[in-house]
């Protein structure tokens, strides 16, 4: 017997299928270890010796992978074929040697592309050692984050109350977003003029041409910038005579893009489906694990983490026979393609994102698939085939225009383009976040000297526009250009800065919140060296270099940590007067906007001789008088997501940091969003223990509106039954944030989970692989299950799941056991139908009906006593914490 270590467990399964008996496949469930998150688990004094500690889940992982090698021949390590994969299985042998179970066992590293099996016996006989440059760089990333993380972090909360934390690429990242809207905030709107004539040929055919050109000079788009010079162009042209002056038509190619990378995925399934990164991630992850496609586990396609663009020679076959059967032979170009990354540090081990089989069309699987997987699946296969098409060929056509009136002489041109042959364009076209290429039309036939009717002149006023704030997508390919972090992380860096609420989405585009912005301006004046992009940029090529054997890591860490450690030590003597100057002044033009009128902006509007500042409280930065303590008033920030003018603001005699929503139409009391120590909550009117609510991670404070806020008010809510006990199943949010409770047992809600709409489902499915024990360092929640259809009578969607005791089918409400002679993955959706009806016609199990009666027969002969002894209590007792209080206290176990 031969023990197989993968990642996760639907990977296990796959693979399992394809290995047979001679192989015992487990999951490690990602990482086993990690670094306490504490001061002193990365030791610089002690040559940045690093601390791994073993939590209960990676224990359990271990002790399995320890008794399934008793007695087998070989450890055979198949983690992911990435840095990060490498090191998970490093950490499994570090761990197992601990253990003294390894002894003279030989251990072999695998690594595959695809979760095929074809690929898994390829690579089961080429193995190799764990590559300890790999794992090197691994650790030189985890040290460097963890040393920045730790030691950046407590500076912030010293000096800046009400920041969260500081990351070494999540900074540099936050920065990049508040760059450009300092830019947004500075930009200087320019006036311009377009002159537009509409001309036609002596054939009837028309055109539009623009004015390039007068008196011999060349006319650019910011050359005419007033209406006067404009309507001056106007009168001329309109008295002019029009002639063809030249013209020229030349033939031009547009090339296929190369195949997905982890960073162009990320970018166009954001474009194009509109997915967040860390969805896409998700989503991939699963079309690479395997999915049941028509009783089979199939992984669709190849591992989603690369730089690479290239793809294996029988991938380029397989696509180019795909394009021949399915569009032509004319779309099939003479020589394969073959492409080479631009990305800086990029890192082509491996190849692009493609389908494991070319000739699985999305068509054929979409059935299959949930809706997101069917639409990544897609985009992904479109890409990879149209990467191997042949060129679009075009022709574009420019024509000049001469226009005399008198004397004078003014130049006109015109454009077209016309696509002679679409090639790949029949298949794919990229997106584009900014200023899509406009698509032109044909010219009509003309020639040099031809006269040229005037149909219209129009003189167009414009005004320049401020760069776009960021998209994820843009964000993302900014990031890779400069060179800042991996690919692979920038999910979860974009979901960090969301999380620590450094950022917010608004019309899909990254908007800077006010502690975001405070806390880059702190970074820039006091440790500006390590928000720089080419610094960042050079310590990835640093971690490539230690990837590649040529430097090595425990120097990077300490030519760093000199640095570093002595930035941290001059922040130590900072006073809070000079943080505070700092911070006025690299964000005086966003806290304190000119007016327009010429007036002050920091004059302080209540007692108005008295100057406004940047000020630090207890819970973060807010606005206040020099004239404090005679004049009182405060605000918060200008962008803050709780205003401090208007209702509820100091301003009107209201108590900062306070915003009214409205009246409950229940109780009549007063709902006010505020902000908290540990965030922005909601309120119930006021007295001593007024109901309240935090609000969840992610959602902006300025979204909450009075019907959000009564619904947060209302948790805990019954989402669910559970299908087994009959009992409820609760979403509330507790300390550790949303969750969903059944009985004793407490799951955290997904990052893409709202707890104010999650479904019964999804609860359900969450509980029961709490209490199934699934879980793991890296991967994301249960199986939703595989949907089978809806039922034809109620029209519920029906899936198939695996629980507990077996495979069962359920639409939400009833669930019914498959049969031991039907499997999860051959069960129909007439099968389905047929056996919730069976189980509905039982009426519910004993078991719950015993349970639900005996608990109403008790509660009946309890409720007299209990009565009376509330009576007896209330005049012996003081008050007890109300009903609302003792939920608060114990959602702080839904960690």
């Known amino acids: 017997m031969k023990v197989l270590v993968v990642e996760s467990p639907a990977k296990a399964k796959t693979i399992n299928k394809y290995l047979g008996r001679d192989y015992e496949v487990l999951a490690s469930f990602g990482h086993i270890r990690d670094l306490p998150a504490k001061d002193g688990s990365v030791d610089p004094d002690n040559d940045f010796r690093m601390i791994w500690t073993l939590e209960d889940r990676g224990s359990k992982r271990v002790s399995e992978i320890a008794k399934a090698l008793k007695g087998a021949e070989k450890l055979i390590l198949a983690t992911d074929p990435d840095r990060e994969g490498e090191a998970i299985s490093w950490h499994v042998v570090e761990a197992l040697r601990e253990k003294r179970v390894l002894k003279d066992m030989p251990i072999e590293r695998v690594t595959f592309n695809a979760i095929t099996k074809d690929a898994v016996q390829t690579a089961l006989r080429q193995p190799r050692q764990i590559d300890q440059a790999l794992v090197d760089a691994y650790m030189a990333r985890r040290a460097l984050d963890y040393l920045v993380g730790f030691t950046l972090s407590p500076v912030l909360w010293r000096k800046l109350p009400g920041a969260r934390s500081a990351g070494r690429v999540q900074s540099v990242a936050l920065r990049l977003v508040c760059d450009r809207e300092l830019e947004i905030e500075t930009f200087k709107t320019q006036e311009y003029w377009s002159l537009i004539a509409t001309l036609a040929t002596k054939d009837g055919g028309v055109f539009d041409a623009r004015l390039v050109g007068a008196d011999g000079k060349k006319i650019t788009r910011l050359d005419i910038g007033k209406g006067e010079e404009a309507e001056a162009f106007k009168k001329d042209l309109e008295l002019a005579t029009f002639s063809v002056a030249n013209i020229e038509a030349k033939p031009a190619k547009r090339h296929p893009y190369p195949p997905f990378t982890t960073s162009t995925l990320q970018q166009e399934a954001s474009r194009k489906l509109g997915l967040a990164p860390a969805q896409t991630m998700r989503v991939a992850q699963r079309l690479y694990e395997g999915v049941d496609i028509g009783g089979e586990t199939v992984g669709l396609i190849t591992y989603m983490r690369t730089d690479g663009v290239d793809m294996a020679p029988e991938a380029v076959q397989a696509a180019r026979r795909v394009i021949g059967k399915e569009y032509g032979d004319r779309y099939v170009p003479d020589v394969p393609r073959k492409y080479t990354t631009k990305a800086k540090n990029a890192q082509e081990a491996h190849e692009a994102i493609r389908p494991t089989d070319m000739s699985r069309l999305p068509k054929h699987v979409a059935k299959y698939l949930e809706p997101e997987q069917a639409r990544l699946y897609e985009l992904i296969w479109i890409r990879t085939v149209a990467s191997q098409m042949e060129s679009a060929q075009l022709e574009r056509t420019t024509a000049d225009i001469a226009a005399v009136v008198g004397p004078r002489k003014l130049d006109l041109r015109a454009t077209g383009q016309v696509i002679k042959f679409d090639g790949f364009l029949t298949l794919y076209n990229e997106s584009k976040d900014d200023d899509p290429d406009e698509d032109e039309g044909r010219l009509p036939p003309m020639k040099a000297g031809d006269p040229l009717e005037r149909r219209r002149i129009a003189a167009n006023q414009h005004f320049t526009e401020p760069p776009p704030r960021y998209s994820e997508a843009s964000l993302v390919k900014r990031m890779e250009e400069l060179g800042i972090g991996r690919p692979s992380t920038y999910a979860?860096?974009?979901?960090?800065?969301?999380?620590?609420?450094?950022?917010?989405?608004?019309?899909?585009?990254?908007?800077?919140?006010?502690?975001?912005?405070?806390?880059?301006?702190?970074?820039?004046?006091?440790?500006?060296?390590?928000?720089?992009?080419?610094?960042?940029?050079?310590?990835?090529?640093?971690?490539?270099?230690?990837?590649?054997?040529?430097?090595?890591?425990?120097?990077?860490?300490?030519?760093?940590?000199?640095?570093?450690?002595?930035?941290?030590?001059?922040?130590?003597?900072?006073?809070?007067?000079?943080?505070?100057?700092?911070?006025?002044?690299?964000?005086?033009?966003?806290?304190?906007?000119?007016?327009?009128?010429?007036?002050?902006?920091?004059?302080?509007?209540?007692?108005?001789?008295?100057?406004?500042?940047?000020?630090?409280?207890?819970?973060?930065?807010?606005?206040?008088?020099?004239?404090?303590?005679?004049?009182?008033?405060?605000?918060?920030?200008?962008?803050?997501?709780?205003?401090?003018?208007?209702?509820?603001?100091?301003?009107?005699?209201?108590?900062?940091?306070?915003?009214?929503?409205?009246?409950?139409?229940?109780?009549?009391?007063?709902?006010?969003?505020?902000?908290?120590?540990?965030?922005?909550?909601?309120?119930?009117?006021?007295?001593?223990?007024?109901?309240?609510?935090?609000?969840?991670?992610?959602?902006?404070?300025?979204?909450?509106?009075?019907?959000?806020?009564?619904?947060?008010?209302?948790?805990?809510?019954?989402?669910?039954?559970?299908?087994?006990?009959?009992?409820?199943?609760?979403?509330?949010?507790?300390?550790?944030?949303?969750?969903?409770?059944?009985?004793?047992?407490?799951?955290?809600?997904?990052?893409?989970?709202?707890?104010?709409?999650?479904?019964?489902?999804?609860?359900?499915?969450?509980?029961?692989?709490?209490?199934?024990?699934?879980?793991?360092?890296?991967?994301?929640?249960?199986?939703?299950?595989?949907?089978?259809?809806?039922?034809?009578?109620?029209?519920?969607?029906?899936?198939?799941?695996?629980?507990?005791?077996?495979?069962?089918?359920?639409?939400?409400?009833?669930?019914?056991?498959?049969?031991?002679?039907?499997?999860?993955?051959?069960?129909?959706?007439?099968?389905?139908?047929?056996?919730?009806?069976?189980?509905?016609?039982?009426?519910?199990?004993?078991?719950?009906?015993?349970?639900?009666?005996?608990?109403?027969?008790?509660?009946?002969?309890?409720?007299?006593?209990?009565?009376?002894?509330?009576?007896?209590?209330?005049?012996?007792?003081?008050?007890?914490?109300?009903?609302?209080?003792?939920?608060?206290?114990?959602?702080?176990?839904?960690?």
């Open 492 to 895: 979860a860096v974009l979901q960090t800065l969301r999380d620590r609420e450094y950022v917010r989405i608004d019309k899909k585009r990254l908007v800077p919140e006010d502690k975001g912005r405070i806390v880059i301006a702190f970074l820039e004046s006091f440790f500006r060296r390590y928000v720089e992009y080419d610094f960042t940029a050079d310590l990835e090529e640093q971690l490539d270099r230690i990837s590649n054997s040529e430097i090595d890591w425990k120097q990077v860490l300490r030519d760093f940590w000199q640095a570093f450690s002595a930035a941290i030590g001059e922040t130590k003597e900072l006073r809070t007067t000079e943080v505070l100057d700092a911070l006025n002044e690299l964000l005086g033009p966003h806290i304190f906007p000119d007016k327009g009128d010429g007036s002050n902006p920091r004059t302080c509007p209540t007692c108005g001789t008295g100057q406004l500042s940047l000020k630090l409280g207890k819970f973060g930065a807010f606005i206040g008088c020099s004239n404090y303590p005679e004049c009182k008033y405060t605000r918060q920030l200008a962008a803050s997501g709780v205003e401090g003018d208007g209702e509820g603001s100091s301003e009107n005699g209201g108590t900062p940091g306070v915003k009214v929503l409205g009246d409950d139409p229940e109780t009549g009391q007063q709902v006010t969003l505020r902000d908290g120590r540990f965030g922005p909550f909601v309120q119930l009117g006021e007295g001593e223990k007024p109901k309240r609510s935090s609000l969840p991670k992610g959602m902006s404070p300025a979204l909450v509106d009075l019907e959000k806020a009564l619904k947060l008010l209302a948790l805990p809510r019954q989402v669910a039954v559970h299908p087994e006990t009959g009992e409820p199943i609760l979403a509330s949010i507790g300390r550790y944030g949303p969750y969903v409770q059944h009985g004793k047992t407490y799951a955290n809600l997904g990052k893409d989970d709202d707890v104010l709409e999650i479904g019964g489902n999804r609860a359900i499915d969450l509980i029961v692989a709490k209490e199934s024990g699934a879980g793991g360092f890296r991967r994301g929640a249960s199986d939703p299950g595989r949907p089978l259809g809806e039922d034809p009578e109620s029209g519920k969607s029906i899936v198939v799941k695996a629980g507990r005791f077996g495979p069962y089918v359920t639409d939400g409400e009833t669930n019914a056991t498959l049969p031991k002679a039907v499997t999860a993955e051959a069960v129909t959706l007439d099968e389905a139908v047929s056996l919730l009806n069976a189980r509905r016609a039982m009426g519910p199990s004993k078991k719950t009906a015993r349970k639900s009666s005996s608990k109403k027969a008790t509660a009946s002969k309890k409720a007299p006593a209990k009565a009376a002894a509330k009576k007896t209590a209330a005049k012996k007792a003081p008050a007890k914490k109300p009903a609302a209080k003792k939920a608060a206290s114990k959602t702080t176990k839904a960690g």
